[in-house]
């Protein structure tokens, strides 16, 4: 199993980006799919999440409204549109896939929001 995020960066508050974690090694379409995020100090934060045919998703309160979730699993890839970027969601975003009851996860990106 592989999970390889991309996308974070350095993005001023009010902005946006889009994250992308590619998936291999595993049936992708067949599983949950969940983005976390830690910031400096504090523990592992779950901030969303997508069902295996993406129709129902699920998010921390404190994104709701700003951040989607989404995923192609044509190119086994999952994705997080964040807009509307605040100084507090400054953090490494990790992908996350838990099969067979195993926790798999990228090497995160980092994403800071700060003018």
């Known amino acids: 199993v592989q999970l390889v995020e991309s996308g974070g960066g350095l993005v001023q508050p009010g902005g946006s980006l889009r994250l992308s974690c590619a998936a291999s090694?595993?049936?992708?379409?067949?599983?949950?799919m969940r983005w976390y995020r830690q910031a400096p100090g504090k523990e592992r934060e779950l901030v969303a999440g997508i069902v295996s045919a993406g129709g129902n998703t699920n998010y921390v309160d404190s994104v709701k409204g700003r951040f989607t979730i989404s995923r192609d699993n044509a190119k086994n890839t999952v994705y997080l549109q964040m807009n509307s970027l605040k100084p507090e969601d400054t953090a490494v975003y990790y992908c996350?896939?838990?099969?067979?009851?195993?926790?798999?996860w990228g090497q995160g990106t980092q994403v800071t929001v700060s003018s």
């Open positions: 090694g595993f049936v992708f379409s067949r599983y949950y």
């Open positions: 996350n896939a838990r099969i067979i009851l195993k926790d798999y």
